[in-house]
Nanobody, 128 residues
Framework: VHLVESGGGLVRTGGSLRLSCAAS???????????IAWFRQTPGKEREGVVC????????VYVNSVKDRFSISRDNTQNTVLLQLDRLRPEDTAVYYC???????????????????WGQGTQVTVSS
């Protein structure tokens, strides 16, 4: 499985960005059977889960600070997951990664260790 993120950039506080995760290389379990999540990481800190969408399009928010500001969606015809980031804050600055999980039957895992495929990340920088 190969994941490629795009859409990161520099934005001012209160601005918006849309991140995209393009997935390919599935064998056995197709894209639609995977849960896809976004994680983020800043230097010196552990990677943290942000939000996840499962194979039934149910979403799970891992960090309360993004609730009502970030939204995740998926297009199974394009093997793509989008993350809409609104009302961005400086503390949202991080490298954002998408990840795919299939070990729980397409449901969103509670820990990063259950995600078997990761992208290379895209930088989001929010200036104050």
């Amino acid at each position: 499985v190969h994941l490629v993120e795009s859409g990161g950039g520099l934005v001012r506080t209160g601005g918006s960005l849309r991140l995209s995760c393009a997935a390919s290389g599935f064998s056995g379990f197709p894209f639609r059977d995977h849960a896809i999540a976004w994680f983020r990481q800043t230097p010196g800190k552990e990677r943290e889960g942000v939000v996840c969408i499962d194979n039934g399009e149910k979403t799970t928010v891992y960090v309360n600070s993004v609730k009502d500001r970030f939204s995740i969606s998926r297009d199974n015809t394009q093997n793509t997951v989008l993350l809409q980031l609104d009302r961005l804050r400086p503390e949202d600055t991080a490298v954002y990664y998408c990840a795919a999980a299939w070990v729980l039957g397409g449901l969103c895992p509670t820990a990063a260790k259950y995600f078997g495929a990761w992208g290379q990340g895209t930088q989001v920088t929010v200036s104050s």
